[in-house]
């Protein structure tokens, strides 16, 4: 007797069951392909995710105190700082496929498309499961790999600080760390072509187009769920801000991709 066809639900959610970093993303391409290729989703079901997404023996997740530093100017550096990026890319997988299967139905329950919200997170979620790749072999070109060095412990907390609400997730996830990417993207890229690792700054620069498109993505959802709640969408902002969001938007910012992302500057200065 044949198993039943692989939902996409089911298929974001073994993205976040894979340990492996080959695993994940691989579950990411199979989940994002069939999301797009899916006439219904099946958003519906119900189906379980882990409280912790699975993860790999290595890298030792530590404090941010221990993390190494990030000096350009030496090969262990730039690897400290490439595998630094690919574990921002690697949380960014299983943040993306989470936000798909765990608001879905309240999505749906506000009235909106929740087919197209699953489609937009699942297909974010490939690109992130590409700029992992396209970091780690980068990696492996300067004789690294993900998992060499210790990683920054606290990147799934805003996952687990807002589980409870989509408006507070597309607050903190897309509106706030992946903006901040947009400011400080730019700059490392500048440092790296200095020192004449063009590959490397290369890789940036597709990572920095890419998440313009995530975070406008996420302005998009949250400004329509505002609406259909009667709801102020800055002012909005500014309350989930305070609430579940530790700490000040930091200056400088990158006023130009941030506008292409839609964000006003009311929002966030």
């Not at 080959?22 to 391409?29: I, N, V, W």
């Amino acid at each position: 007797m044949s198993a039943p066809p692989l939902t996409v639900l089911e298929a974001c959610a073994n993205v976040l069951r894979a340990a492996a970093p080959e695993a994940k993303t691989d579950a990411a391409r199979i989940a994002s392909e069939l999301a797009a290729s899916s006439a219904t989703l099946g958003f519906k079901e119900n189906v379980s995710l882990p409280d912790q997404p699975a993860r790999p023996e290595k890298p030792v997740l530590a404090a941010p105190s221990d993390v190494p530093r990030r000096r350009l100017g030496s090969q262990d550096g730039r690897k400290a700082l490439l595998h630094a990026i690919a574990h921002i890319e690697f949380n960014a997988i299983d943040l993306a496929f989470d936000m798909a299967v765990r608001f879905a139905s309240e999505i749906e329950s506000a009235g909106l498309d929740a087919d197209a919200f699953v489609r937009d997170w699942a297909a974010i979620g490939g690109e992130e499961a590409l700029h992992f790749n396209l970091i780690n072999e980068r990696l492996g070109e300067l004789g690294g790999a993900y998992g060499d060095f210790p990683a920054h412990g606290g990147l799934w907390e805003a996952a687990e600080n807002t589980a409870h609400s989509v408006a507070a997730r597309l607050t903190v996830a897309p509106m706030i760390l992946e903006a901040r990417g947009l400011d400080v993207t730019p700059t490392m890229i500048d440092k790296l072509q200095a020192i004449g690792d063009h590959a490397s700054a290369d890789c940036l620069k597709i990572i920095y187009h890419d998440e313009i498109g995530h975070v406008r993505c996420g302005k998009r959802w949250f400004f329509a769920l505002c609406n259909v709640r009667a709801m102020e969408p800055e002012e909005t902002f500014r309350d989930l801000k305070a609430r579940f969001f530790s700490g000040a938007l930091k200056p400088p910012f990158n006023h130009d991709a941030r506008a292409q992302a839609g964000l006003a500057r009311e929002m966030y200065e």
